[in-house]
C-alpha cells in the first residue's frame, strides 16, 4: 500500500508533506527533502527493520497559491506498520483514545482495534475505511490507483 505526497519549494527549502499523517518536513533539495520525509515517518515507528521509500511521480496539475507542486508515494517493506501509523495519526487528529474508537465500532474489547493500531493485523479497505468513519463521520475515504 502507498500514500500520497506533495513537495514544493518554498523560499530556499522544499516543503514536503504526507497529508494522511499530517507529517510536514523540508530539505535543501527535491532528494534531501524526500529522504527527510522517509526519515520523518520511519522515527514515528520507531523500529530497526522498518524502511520508508519516498518515489516522484511528478509535476501535480494542483497548484494552489501558484505554487508547483509535485506527487510522490511512500511505502514500506511493512504494510501493516504502515497502516497502523496512518490510524493511530488518524485517531489522534480527532482526539480520540483506542478504547473510543473501539466503543464507536460496537467492539466490547479495545484490544480487538488496538490490534489494527499495532501493527499486528492488516486490515483491508473496506476495514479501514469503517475505521476511518469511526473516527470522524464526516470524513471520506478515497481510494487513490497509483501507477508508479
Not at 56 to 79: C, Q, W, Y
Not at 133 to 138: E, H, L, S, V
Request: proline share 4%; aromatic share 8%; with cysteine.
Amino acid at each position: 500500500m502507498v500514500f500520497t505526497g506533495q513537495l514544493w519549494k518554498e523560499g530556499k527549502f522544499w516543503i514536503v508533506s504526507v497529508p494522511s499523517f499530517e507529517i510536514v518536513t523540508q530539505g535543501k533539495s527535491k532528494k534531501d527533502a524526500l529522504h527527510m520525509i522517509e526519515d520523518a515517518i520511519e522515527c514515528h515507528i520507531d523500529k530497526s527493520n522498518f524502511k520508508v521509500k519516498a518515489t516522484l511521480l511528478g509535476e501535480s496539475t494542483d497548484r494552489p497559491l501558484g505554487k508547483n507542486i509535485e506527487a510522490f508515494t511512500v511505502a514500506s517493506n511493512n504494510d501493516p506498520e504502515l497502516i497502523a501509523l496512518f490510524l493511530r495519526r488518524q485517531r489522534q487528529l480527532n482526539h480520540l483514545t483506542v478504547r473510543q474508537v473501539a466503543h464507536r465500532l460496537g467492539y466490547a474489547s479495545p484490544s480487538a482495534y488496538s490490534q489494527y493500531e499495532s501493527g499486528k493485523h492488516l486490515p483491508g479497505l473496506e476495514k479501514i475505511s469503517k475505521f476511518i468513519a469511526a473516527m470522524n463521520p464526516r470524513a471520506k475515504f478515497v481510494l487513490e490507483v497509483v501507477m508508479a
